[in-house]
């Protein structure tokens, strides 16, 4: 990466809410007043977007559970700003946040101006819920105290992220037939073929107020109550991707002395 000069991309913020979250707007607009980064909020949906397919049968039957009314919400409204992406001619990149998200602006003001499908970077996290498998990728990215790692397994959070063109076009072909929640499905990198990447420490952090996508979810994370045998072939997709990657990273490494 950075081995070529890059042009600076056209990047656009877009702030995930439900039209009636007037608190949760007002706080979020307030604590980004100092932000020089542009940024819109987008109105969250609250019904099924236009080129998703759910059966509530065939989730339970998959991944042992249907979905809740806020967990299509969410999924339907990331999907949305995929498809939107895709349509934008004045973008290359997208950074999509939820409203209970509080933001390092000055260290996304940095990442907003690299191009990342020109480092071949097409979805990146700014914060994720749950400690996986990591692999080191490049230190001091972004700043002198963060790095670039790549996630495998189930991080889960759709709180904040940059993504690609070539990143939406991927995450739609792999999210079209919704099976489980949208950052279950997301973290599966082995079927969508896009790198699980993250920057550490996380630029960004969710607030500490009730989620009810969170409190209708309950404990039901990763397919708990899915069948054994779709389990066990993810884990074993997930684990296989992981020393895959390893193998990788170390093959680069000795590459390079």
């Given at each position: 990466m950075g081995e070529f000069e890059l042009s600076l991309p056209r990047s656009k913020c877009f702030v995930v809410s439900m039209t009636n979250a007037q608190d949760r707007r007002e706080t979020f607009t307030h604590n980004a007043i100092n932000?020089?980064?542009e940024w819109a909020f987008f109105d969250a949906c609250?019904?099924?977007?236009?080129?998703?397919?759910?059966?509530?049968?065939?989730?339970?039957?998959?991944?042992?559970?249907?979905?809740?009314?806020?967990?299509?919400g969410c999924y339907s409204s990331h999907y949305s700003l995929w498809q939107q992406l895709l349509k934008d001619d004045g973008a290359d990149q997208y950074l999509i946040i939820e409203d209970d998200v509080l933001i390092d602006w000055a260290m996304v003001e940095a990442l907003a101006k690299r191009h990342f499908a020109q480092e071949d970077i097409h979805y990146l996290r700014l914060f994720y819920k749950n400690p996986v498998p990591s692999i080191l990728l490049e230190r001091g990215f972004g700043s002198s105290q963060h790095c670039l790692i790549e996630l495998h397994g189930w991080a889960w959070g759709t709180q904040a992220y940059f993504i690609t063109k070539q990143g939406a076009q991927a995450m739609i072909q792999a999210c079209q037939q919704i099976l489980m929640p949208l950052d279950d499905q997301m973290d599966r990198s082995w079927e969508h073929g896009i790198p699980n990447l993250a920057i550490f420490p996380a630029p960004a952090i969710e607030s500490a107020v009730p989620s009810q996508i969170e409190t209708d979810r309950g404990t039901q994370r990763s397919g708990k109550n899915a069948t054994l045998e779709f389990r066990k072939a993810e884990w074993k997709r997930s684990k296989s991707a992981y020393r895959k990657a390893r193998l990788k990273r170390w093959w680069n490494n000795r590459s390079k002395r």
């Open positions: 932000s020089n980064v609250t019904q099924l977007a236009p080129g998703l397919d759910y059966d509530p049968a065939r989730s339970t039957s998959k991944f042992g559970r249907s979905l809740t009314k806020g967990e299509i």
